[in-house]
């Protein structure tokens, strides 16, 4: 499976913005799809991820700024992010089957700056 992100870019804080994920084939529902971040000099960090028949996951850091979608048929998941601070900048990686065994896209910069 190939995911393809994008979305990222220069984005001013206190504003939002939308990152996209398609996959190369269909993944079902009920595995789980998310959205993973780096910082330099930092672990990967969960932002959301979503399956079928359970609620999103959101990490602490976004949890009230974030909102995880997914649309199965277009085999995509999206990530809304609102109220954006300098500390959101970072690479944003789509995953798709967790982050242990799961397929990774080759992530998305997001800068948060002024």
């Known amino acids: 499976v190939q995911l393809q992100a994008s979305g990222g870019g220069l984005v001013q804080p206190g504003g939002s913005l939308r990152l996209s994920c398609v996959a190369s084939?269909?993944?079902?529902?009920?595995?789980?799809m998310g959205w993973y971040r780096q910082a330099p000099g930092t672990q990967r960090e969960l932002v959301a991820s979503?399956?079928?028949?359970?609620?999103?996951d959101y990490g602490a850091s976004v949890e009230d700024r974030a909102t995880i979608s997914r649309d199965n048929a277009k085999k995509s998941v999206y990530l809304h992010l609102r109220n954006l601070r300098p500390e959101d900048t970072a690479i944003y990686y789509c995953?798709?089957?967790?982050?242990?065994?799961?397929?990774w896209g080759q992530g998305t910069l997001v800068t948060v700056s002024s």
């Open positions: 979503i399956r079928s028949g359970r609620d999103p």
């Open positions: 084939e269909s993944i079902h529902s009920s595995i789980r």
């Open positions: 995953n798709a089957g967790g982050p242990r065994n799961g397929f």
